[in-house]
């Protein structure tokens, strides 16, 4: 069934690019789409991104932008990770609460400058939030989603792709920071960060009518390179221990529950939104938490809905994502268990979508081979 595509679910600059290479499905990610396949089975995705170099249209990250005198006081209420030490050209991974300490976002926030901050979203509407805020506090900040559309290159060979087209210098970005690098006389944000563990690049262009040429740029650098068009692959994500707002958490999860606490600085005087309520949790202990699953089987289906997790008849959890990988010759998933049941090595029964019950082990994230 072909998506029909509106001003409600926006096209990117990148989706003629994507449609001529074969694009095989979309999804909606903050009413942008994102493509999710192309024609390839997902583990032969799953080896060619962790042998070789993908150029991945995430024009759905869509930015929140704080731009003002109070924005570093704006984006410091949005969240418990402490940003009074960021520098300008650095990325930071922060959980968004709200004053309940309810996940509404897990965002990176790129700080551009002390008065400007980009916060690169995944799916929920933190642009009304964040002016919400503004608003209702009288804060001095203009808050605005920008013309950005972000495209990312990941795989090991990507540093010498994006070299080819931004400079020898992007070799030189650490991990989690960006750099203004030069394409045809336009300056753009190319930071070392992106949604795998392969390595690579997330190219912030903010302009759309220079995605398509950005685009072929890297298409054209990269012809020897075993370039493909991809996406973030599930395989490699559950692998990898990377969450996905809306599957693994909601707002009914906190950042502890998600396994977010190192970016949670409680004791550090924050004037944060939830502070408090983050603080009561922590002294209560948190009662569920999100770690990695290997369970047995024939490739189970997708995961649409929870998957209930027992010990001898209890449910201690459930399933969030799932998905045969070709690396254990198992299935992996991620899954939220209870207290108490969430230690590696835990074995648990696990409800699969095509009924049946299979056995299962709880493992630590990133999953290591065993």
């Known amino acids: 069934m072909k998506l029909q595509v509106s001003r409600r679910q926006r096209a990117t600059p990148y989706t003629p690019r994507v449609e001529a290479l074969g694009v095989s499905g979309f999804s909606v990610v903050n009413h942008t789409i994102l493509p999710k396949g192309f024609g390839r089975p997902v583990a032969e995705d799953y080896w060619h991104l962790k042998s070789h170099v993908q150029l991945w249209d995430v024009g759905c990250q869509r930015q929140v932008e704080l731009h003002g005198p109070d924005a570093e006081r704006l984006v410091q209420l949005m969240t418990p990770r402490d940003l009074r030490r960021a520098q300008a050209g650095q990325c930071l991974y922060a959980p968004i609460i709200d004053d309940e300490a309810g996940m509404l976002n897990d965002p990176i926030i790129l700080k551009l400058a002390d008065d400007r901050f980009w916060l690169s979203i995944s799916d929920s509407d933190l642009l009304l939030w964040a002016k919400g805020l503004a608003l209702g506090m009288g804060l001095e900040v203009d808050v605005d989603e920008p013309d950005v559309w972000p495209l990312a290159v990941q795989g090991p ?76 692959n599930l395989i490699e994500r559950i692998e990898g221990g990377l969450l996905s707002y809306g599957n693994e958490m909601t707002r009914q999860n906190n950042p502890f529950e998600c396994g977010l606490a190192k970016y949670c600085q409680l004791d550090s005087g924050l004037d944060s939104i939830g502070m408090k309520a983050l603080t009561a949790i922590a002294k209560r202990g948190h009662a569920r938490e999100i770690r990695g699953l290997i369970f047995d089987g024939d490739s189970c289906p997708a995961c649409q809905q929870p998957w209930s997790l027992t010990i001898e008849e209890r449910q201690v959890g459930y399933v969030t994502s799932a998905i045969w990988s070709p690396r254990f010759e198992k299935n992996v998933a991620l899954a939220m268990l209870e207290r108490g049941f969430w230690q590696a090595g835990t074995a648990v029964d696990v409800a699969c979508g095509d009924g049946s019950l299979r056995a299962g082990i709880v493992t630590d994230l990133p999953m290591e081979d065993g």
């Open 157 to 232: 060979s990507s540093d010498d792709l994006v070299a080819r087209v931004f400079g020898e210098q992007v070799r030189d970005i650490r991990f989690f920071r960006f750099e203004r690098c030069q394409f045809e006389g336009h300056p753009l944000v190319v930071a070392r960060s992106g949604f795998s563990r392969q390595g690579g690049f997330e190219i912030y262009v903010d302009d759309f009518t220079l995605g398509a040429d950005v685009w072929d740029a890297l298409w054209q650098a990269g012809e020897d390179l075993e370039l493909a068009a991809g996406c973030p």
